[in-house]
């Protein structure tokens, strides 16, 4: 590269000025203009519902039946459809104290479990494994849950750190694999994940776990002392899981922004080269990296196990956290704030998605559709851009792979 | 006299090469595994018990083939072999026999495996194998959908969404319009979800595994919420006609390799085809020489003259059209009806077969072929009922493409432009 | 019966490269487009060849408007292009590249072979090329593969060929076969510009020479009438010092011993295959060789980043063979990679953290594990002023730099320590001549501390320029061996074919 002209052009940043202070903002990627955090993804939230809704409208079978004779108004029940399912979707995310809980409480592992895939993606990996992660660090602290006999301020703590240590496993298992023979840490988290799964159907069966006179992979219920407390009275399911998770958060924009090995992470994030230049154990970083975020989304499989009512564990604890981290991780660009109000809104989704399922008879699968439309257009701003004529250029589009390069 | 004196200096301190080292790992596992087998399958057979291959089915023209061996036998024999390999590879010598000796050494591994299982019973070993062609179809054909879309530097996760989508696709078309119309429509299904990859990647820079997970969870989420809004409503449109075999004449009715090969839906002869005219297009036509320059350099390429756009716009729809050509064979062909998810990961381990096939169509096949083993092998065992708990055996293939990927194959080298956004100026 | 340049320009996100550029080549006449790195002299002739659009003005072939959208319609106009970084697939065969794109063949698209061969055969013969179809492209030398390169051009009817700095990466009696070919296509008629940064070379060959700086035409020379200095004036915009200053080196004890190594490349070639040497403190020793004859992985494997099959490293006597990079950076040695943009910076940090970057692990700029921003800005806003890095602040991304300020941050982030040895790599690669002797005039300061110095570079000009002594790289091997101040380009040249060579 000799020439300007033959550099990739620099990324378009406002050249605003900042005062010295600005380094340290710049550094810890705070700071950055309000309307351009929020904008994008304002507008893919928009554009999600709408989509949304025309699918709502065109699954309406029974609708499509009075189609032939009365268009009109069979149109009109497609709009109705529309609306309450939509009227469902806010009552059940915001409509309540209850809804209010169940948002926050089903916020919880997301909010974990998207911070799990953030770190990956801020050191260059891509954690498609959550799911696996949740599992197994779910029935580590499910064993503790059932036969640890501690003091609730012990065995809470007991639990919890079990389910990191029993998610960091299974997420190191992926960086170390990648590490030591470069096999792409894609491929081997999906793979782990259905490993786990199965891992996990087998293990509710066994006598260590199945509850007593049961027939189905069902846990005993886990000792009192175990389970998450409530906050607000057995009533509301809201329990003290969200207190983790936010202290999570502090916890990993430390570690990103503020640490020394966070500096490595986001490092090797950008150019492995450049580290192992710069005498970073990329190796080793890619293993500790995984390991940190199987170990966050080892905590979410503790929220599943430990603070779940009835308090029996079911071999399908892990639901569909592992995708919902990923989708809420890039919504949230990967910063542990971002991922904190994603995980929030999307909490909010599920939760009233539950509600529009039971009232509306339009099943959660919707949430995940709109989700997979909300990442598609955090990705591509230019889309965004296209369709609202909106100058959204401040956003750049996310790289964040390359290739199977080992 | 100095040269020779730092020639011995040399020498003194000289290590390995990575193909060396490998070549030692394997040997060491081969040994492991020759030792297990002694000890499992050999001792764990009772002594003088016969296990029965049965190498024909009931509808074959030759009847009651088949193969009686002692297991305890086998297996010892089976054992001394692998072990043998095995310290033929930690000597490093040959080295280019390093993978042969791999593959040897679990196919033997399989073989008396399948002896011990079957130790005092039988087993239907060319039902296995048949089994294992089938298995293998929606693998290959993933891989070949792979290998198309990574010729030409886009990376394809999306697979696993193709496929279901257009079993999905598939089946409702087939149901409502014929079987012409759900084949028609599944490949549709996977020209467009190939053109969504197409179109996020190149027109918009979206990271191409985002794009490809997004694929994903797009299918999974509509073909779901559709199952549960429509499908569970209207049953009709999931009862596809089932496509049924076209046996082939005089071919069919060779031994072990008729029913294996020759006894098969559309599906299976349409992979064979698709296998052979990809590899013949790919290594001596223009369109496979266009492509893989866009694959390898897609600056090389440009300023030849060809457009790079095009050319990956092309292969991608192209592949994503392979993955409906699968996505019809699961709706249509086996179960004939579509259930949420039903493609359980297939997509993924096609992946995988492509890369330990070396992003090549016959290497596609020879992965596919193993994957296919492992599953038929856990079907059939399951069967037989011998203790393993069936999660374990199901937990089997997805083991395989971690062993896989994990480096089995040794160095592999993918397109060099592989998954990188090419951006003109 | 001309090809015109008129009027163009192009900007990129903060810069203009091209301003307002023209520009005309006759057939049979050789134009040298000279300027400095980054001056515009590339983007101009990507526009050229339609690789780039243009924001303003127009290209005219024969009096008629040239589409300026995509390399076919330049090619189909008769404009052709040897890429200074090659547009060859490497696992391509030499005929398969050159018929890329009007590949001849039979039904249903299968590429005939014998003419594809045949087509290359032609060309080979008619220029005198000595190029054989069948090679695998990665499997033949450099040299080799400009060859055929300028095949493709011709294959393509070529009337202007344009060279972006063929002589890059030629040796001194290479570059002599070269101009040989050139004036061969001159005496066909052909139309050829020809870029470079090399005065003496754009004297050698030009009926005309063309001046760009900034993006912007600077004027025109007669190459019969002009000298280096004038030229150098125009291409900087101010006289420029042509030599290094440097006084005698004395050199002190031994630093660096690298005995028998031997190293494979990505691909398990013994790419180092046993080079034995010693850099002593206060001196330099440059290593020249055409690219690809084992530096790359040699330095690598110096610094801990490749390891080796055979030998050993010393550095102060201590065996640092199997040292991770960091410990051996510890010892005191200065890195400055060959690839600043993928292995000497992480672009998208800042400034600052590009700074402390090999050294954030330890005091002042971390305790333990948290990492103390305050002191790492205030340390980078020194070494900025310090290292005369043009930026205007600390948290500004590396990317917004130029390349020699980028550069400047790497050399000031590996020289303010205590250096023992600096080992260098291309240290002025892709620099402006500003930046050059800056980066010069900072590495004979670290000799004349005491430091050793071991510089890689594939400019032969700079390795004569700074070393003391000299040594040249052939096939993994030390092919030769001289003194700085007595070796001639024509010794050292011959040495890096191969032939020749003080060595014993």
Sequence with gaps: ?406 | ?425 | MTLELRGITKRFPGVVANDDVSLSVAPGEIIALLGENGAGKTTLMNILFGLYSPDEGEVLIDGKQLELSNPSASIAAGVGMVHQHFMLVPVFTVAENVVLGLEPTEALGWIDKDAADAMVREISDRYNLAVDPDSMVEDIPVGVQQRVEIIKVLVRNARYIIFDEPTAVLTPQEVEEFFAIVRGLKEDGKGVIFISHKLNEALEIADRIVVLRDGKSVGEANPKTATENQLAEMMVGRPVELEVQKGLAEPGKVVLSVENLVVLDDRDHRTVDGVTFQVRANEVVGIAGVQGNGQTELVESLTGMRPSLAGHVFVDGVDVTEWSPRAIHKLGIAHIPEDRQESGLVLQFTVAENMVLDSYYDRPYSRGIQMDWDVAAHSSERLVDEYDVKTSRVDVPVSDLSGGNQQKVIVAREFDRDVKLVVASQPTRGVDVGSIEYIHKRIIEQRDEGAAVLIVSSELDEVMALSDRILVMFKGRIAGEFEGATATTTEVGLAMLGSGGSHD
């Design chain 1, 1 to 406: 590269m000799t020439d300007q002209g033959t550099q990739s052009p620099p990324d378009e940043r406002p050249p605003n000025g900042r005062s010295f202070d600005g380094v340290m903002d710049r550094i810890a990627g705070i700071g950055e203009p309000i309307r351009r955090a929020l904008l994008l993804p304002t507008l893919a939230l928009v554009l999600a519902l709408v989509v949304g809704a025309f699918i709502i409208m065109v699954t309406d079978v029974d609708a499509w039946r009075r189609m032939g004779d009365e268009p009109l108004a069979a149109l009109g029940d497609m709009l109705d459809g529309v609306w309450v399912a939509y009227r469902e979707l806010f009552i059940g995310a915001f409509g309540s104290v209850r809804a209010l809980s169940e948002t926050l409480f089903t916020s919880t592992p997301l909010i974990l479990a998207g911070l799990a895939v953030a770190v990956g993606f801020r050191a260059g990996l891509f954690n498609i494994g959550a799911r696996g992660q949740i599992f197994v660090g779910g029935l580590f602290a499910l064993w503790v849950g059932l036969h640890v006999d501690l003091p609730a301020i012990l065995h809470i703590p007991v639990a919890v750190i079990a389910a990191m240590i029993g998610g960091g496993i299974w997420g190191g298992l992926a960086g170390l694999l990648k590490a030591r023979t470069g096999a792409h840490e894609v491929i081997t988290t999906i793979m782990l994940n259905f490993v786990a799964a199965f891992f996990t159907l087998w293990v509710l069966k066994t006598s260590v776990f199945q509850e007593e006179g049961s027939t189905i992979p069902k846990s005993a219920p886990i000792l009192e002392s175990a389970r998450l407390p409530t906050i607000f009275g057995s009533q509301y399911r809201i329990n003290i899981g969200i207190f983790i998770a936010i202290a999570a958060v502090f916890f990993v924009y430390w570690i990103l922004f503020r640490s020394t090995i966070g500096f490595e992470f986001r490092a090797a994030g950008f150019s492995p080269s450049a580290s192992l230049y710069a005498g970073m154990n990329v190796a080793f970083l890619y293993t500790a990296v995984m390991f940190l975020s199987g170990a966050l989304s080892g905590l979410a499989g503790a929220t599943q196990t430990l603070g779940l009512p009835p308090y029996t564990v079911t071999d399908n604890f892990a639901g569909n956290i592992g995708f919902d981290a990923i989708a809420l991780a890039l919504l949230g660009r990967s910063h542990p704030f971002g991922v904190l109000w994603s995980g929030l809104l999307f909490g909010a989704l599920i939760a009233g998605g539950r509600v529009m399922q039971a009232a509306a008879g339009v099943t959660v699968d919707l949430v995940i559709v709109m989700q997979s439309l909300i990442v598609i257009f955090i990705a591509a701003p230019e889309l965004v851009r296209a369709i609202f004529k909106v100058k959204a250029a401040e956003a750049e589009p996310t790289q964040v792979t390359t290739g199977w390069g080992a």
């Design chain 2, 1 to 425: 006299m100095t040269a020779t004196a730092e020639l011995f200096e040399t020498e003194a301190r000289v290590r390995a090469t990575p193909e060396e080292r490998r070549s030692t790992i394997v040997g060491i596992v081969l040994i492991a595994l020759g030792v297990y087998v002694f000890w499992a399958f050999g001792l764990g057979s009772g002594a003088g018990l016969d296990a029965r291959f049965n190498l024909s089915l009931q509808t074959d023209r030759f009847q009651d083939l088949s193969w009686v061996v002692d297991a305890r036998t086998l297996s010892i024999l089976v054992a001394v072999i692998i072990v043998g390999l095995g310290i033929w590879r930690v000597t490093r010598s040959a080295l280019s026999w390093t993978n042969i000796s791999l593959a040897i050494g679990f196919g033997l591994f399989s073989l008396a495996f399948l002896a011990w299982a079957a130790a005092g019973g039988q087993f239907s070993l060319v039902g296995m194998l048949r089994s294992t062609v089938l298995l293998s179809v929606v693998v290959v054909l993933g891989a070949l959908t792979g290998l198309m879309c990574e010729r030409v530097g886009i990376i394809n996760i999306g697979i696993e969404g193709q496929l279901l989508a257009s079993a999905f696709a598939a089946v409702v078309l087939s149901s409502a319009f014929g079987t012409i119309a759900g084949l028609v429509g599944a490949l549709l299904t996977g020209g467009v979800l190939g053109l969504l990859l197409a179109w996020l990647t190149i027109r918009f820079h979206v990271d191409q595994i985002i794009a490809g997970v997004v694929i994903n969870f797009l299918a999974l989420g509509l073909t779901s919420l559709m199952t549960a809004r429509i499908l569970t409503d209207v049953q009709t449109l999931n009862a596809p006609e089932r496509i049924s075999a076209i046996r082939i004449p005089f071919l069919a009715d060779i031994p072990v390799l008729g029913p294996m090969l020759f006894d098969h839906s559309f599906f299976v002869y349409g992979m064979f085809i698709l296998l052979v005219g990809l590899h013949f297009g790919l290594f001596y036509t223009r369109w496979g020489l266009r492509s893989r320059s866009v694959g390898e350099h897609p600056k090389a390429a440009d300023t030849a003259g060809i457009n790079v756009y095009w050319v990956r716009y092309r292969n991608v729809v192209l592949g994503g059209m392979i993955a409906g050509f699968g996505g019809a064979f699961l709706g249509l062909s086996q179960v004939a009806r579509f259930e949420e998810n039903m493609t359980g990961g297939i997509g993924f381990i096609g992946l995988a077969a492509m890369i330990f096939g070396r992003w090549l169509p016959f290497g596609a096949l020879g992965a596919g072929l193993v994957f296919g083993f492992s599953r038929a092998v856990q079907q059939k065992v399951s069967i037989l009922g011998i203790g393993i708990p069936s999660e374990f055996l199901l937990m089997l293939p997805y083991i395989v493409v971690i062993v896989v990927v994990a480096g089995v194959v040794g160095k592999t080298r993918p397109p060099a432009a592989d998954g990188q956004p090419y951006i003109k100026q």
